[in-house]
């Protein structure tokens, strides 16, 4: 089964920029995927494609299976996002951030609350549940995001730069926080500009450049050909 399959992918932005040339790439269910390249490649276009944040201009997206013209309630169901940046309200609380997520992807508060309570404790939050979002460090935040996007149990986890200005220790321990997620069955798909985060936890990758994917291949592959 392909967890994605985007096929001849195409962005053109309102301002005439050609952001994505008509990009094709399959990523397996189970796999751990890394889409790199260069800053301003198209790498979070893409993403915010697939997640439905960004309109295409032309191509073919499917999220196992499902075409995300023809049903975009069921695909986006199967997705749990992590976007590079993002705001909070002013009075939003984090475990409160969790629920309604949770809530938006049809969950009753019920099955909600020990999600939600599991989470947030795996990722170091549960002291903080009742907390402000807004006023968490920038790792907290990003955590935050994690368990927000994992509430409703998707099939793949989408991360845009997961740990960008992470420092190496809280770096390390996400690192292991998706190793386990992934082992747990869940697809997941990063885009990084560190090679080394690619590395460690990814077994397939696509390297993206000006809008075209310019290498498809296993980590190993590539690592035994740098
Ligand atoms: P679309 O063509 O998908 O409707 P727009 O061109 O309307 O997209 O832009 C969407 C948003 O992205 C706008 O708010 C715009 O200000 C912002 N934006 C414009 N140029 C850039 C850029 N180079 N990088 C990131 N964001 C941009
Ligand atoms: P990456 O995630 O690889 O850094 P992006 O997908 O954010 O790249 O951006 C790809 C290209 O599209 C960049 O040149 C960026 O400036 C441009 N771009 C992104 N968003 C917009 C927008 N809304 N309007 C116009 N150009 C954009």
């Known amino acids: 089964m392909k967890a994605l399959s985007i096929h ?40 915010g494609i697939v997640c439905s944040l960004v309109r295409k201009t032309g191509g073919k997206v499917s999220i196992f299976g ?5 049903d975009f309630a069921k695909a986006k169901q199967l997705i749990g996002v992590v976007p590079q940046e993002f705001n909070f309200g002013v009075f939003e609380k984090v475990e409160d951030i969790v629920l309604t997520s949770a809530g938006y992807q049809g969950l009753t508060l019920k099955e909600a609350r020990p999600r939600a309570e599991q989470l947030l404790r795996d990722l170091g939050l ?62 997941i798909i990063l885009t990084t500009h560190y090679l080394e985060e690619a590395e460690s ?18 980590m190993k592959a590539l690592l035994a050909e740098l």
């Not at 809280?170 to 747990?184: A, G, V």
């Not at 936890?201 to 296993?218: F, M, P, V, Y």
Request: glycine share 10%; proline share 2%.
């Open 126 to 187: 549960w002291d903080k549940r009742h907390a402000q979002a807004r006023m968490l460090s920038g790792g907290m935040k990003r955590r935050l995001m994690i368990a927000r996007a994992l509430v409703h149990r998707p099939k793949l986890l989408i991360l845009d730069e997961p740990t960008a200005g992470v420092d190496i220790e809280l770096r390390r321990s996400m690192w292991s926080f998706m190793q386990e997620i992934n082992r747990q069955g869940t697809t």
């Open 8 to 47: 001849n992918l195409q962005k053109t932005y309102g301002n005439g920029f050609q952001a994505l040339k008509g990009i094709s790439l399959d990523v397996k269910e189970g796999d751990f995927f890394a889409l790199l390249g260069p800053n301003g490649a198209g790498k979070s276009t893409t993403l």
């Open 66 to 70: 499902v075409d995300i013209d023809d």
């Open 201 to 218: 936890l990814c077994r397939n990758i696509a390297i993206i450049d000006k809008g075209e994917i310019i290498k498809n291949t296993s």
